[in-house]
């Protein structure tokens, strides 16, 4: 297991950037396999961007695609999620999710494999 804390949510006007951290700590970090999902208010949990366990494959979302970078700095410990051109329909709790895998380049995209996740970070995009 490993613990996951988030930072870096907050209110940003529509067209500006935010950057969320996660540290992780209690486990090998370059084991995991690394996501951010994110959630809006009476919305299911969808998954905004992934990451591989070695940083050299990434996924996301068609929503977020060319707007959110994701990248891992594995002697940090931490996962980041870079977020510019921000919308109000980003407006969400965001949760980092960790899962252990063999394969240094599988990416996950369901949040079901996932058996570790942070408390989430809010950020609010106003129009």
């Known amino acids: 297991q490993v613990h996951l804390v988030e930072s870096g949510g907050g209110l940003v006007q529509a067209g500006g950037s935010l950057r969320l951290s996660c540290a992780a700590s209690?486990?090998?970090?370059?084991?995991?396999?690394m996501a951010w999902f994110r959630q809006a208010p009476g919305k299911e949990r969808e998954l905004a961007a992934a990451v591989s366990r070695g940083g050299g494959s990434t996924r996301y979302a068609d929503s977020t695609k060319g707007r959110f970078t994701i990248s891992r700095d594995n002697a940090k410990g931490t996962v980041y999620l870079q977020m510019n051109n921000l919308k109000p329909e980003d407006t969400a709790v965001y949760y980092c999710?960790?899962?252990?895998?063999?394969?240094?380049?599988?990416?996950?995209?369901?949040?079901?494999?996932?058996?570790?996740w942070g408390q989430g970070t809010q950020v609010t995009v106003s129009s």
């Open positions: 999710a960790a899962e252990r895998v063999l394969h240094p380049d599988v990416v996950e995209l369901a949040a079901y494999p996932y058996d570790n």
């Open positions: 209690g486990g090998t970090f370059s084991s995991y396999a």
